[in-house]
Nanobody
Framework: EVQLQASGGGLVQVGGSLRLSCAVSGLTFDDYAIGWFRQAPGKEREGVSLISSSDSMTYYASSVKGRFTISSDNAKNTVYLQMNNLKLEDTAVYYC????????????????YGQGTLVTVSS
């Protein structure tokens, strides 16, 4: 059974930091790309950051570039999203998802999905 376990969300003040984790099991980690997506209340889900486990190619949405860093620990089958200098607009439920092959910005193309973890940025 494939499982993606997202964790690390919480309440943080503007300018603070959080690190999200996505622990993956039940698939060959190196064959998949992992994406972090988020959905804020009343807004569409958007791709935040993506990484290919095989070659560590990455993608960042323009809204998070320079503040978020995605990384992969292939020994632990875990992908991290380090979020620094958080802004109010980063408040959302964050989801991780896995896709076979190269990453995609399209949520619907992913093969497996984790549950969300809530990030709340307060002033």
């Amino acid at each position: 059974e494939v499982q993606l376990q997202a964790s690390g969300g919480g309440l943080v003040q503007v300018g603070g930091s959080l690190r999200l984790s996505c622990a993956v099991s039940g698939l060959t980690f190196d064959d998949y790309a992992i994406g972090w997506f988020r959905q804020a209340p009343g807004k569409e889900r958007e791709g935040v950051s993506l990484i290919s486990s095989s070659d560590s190619m990455t993608y960042y949405a323009s809204s998070v570039k320079g503040r978020f860093t995605i990384s992969s620990d292939n020994a632990k089958n875990t992908v991290y999203l380090q979020m620094n200098n958080l802004k109010l607009e980063d408040t959302a439920v964050y989801y991780c998802a896995a896709i076979y092959g190269p990453y995609s910005i399209s949520w619907n193309q992913y093969d497996y999905y984790g549950q969300g973890t809530l990030v709340t940025v307060s002033s």
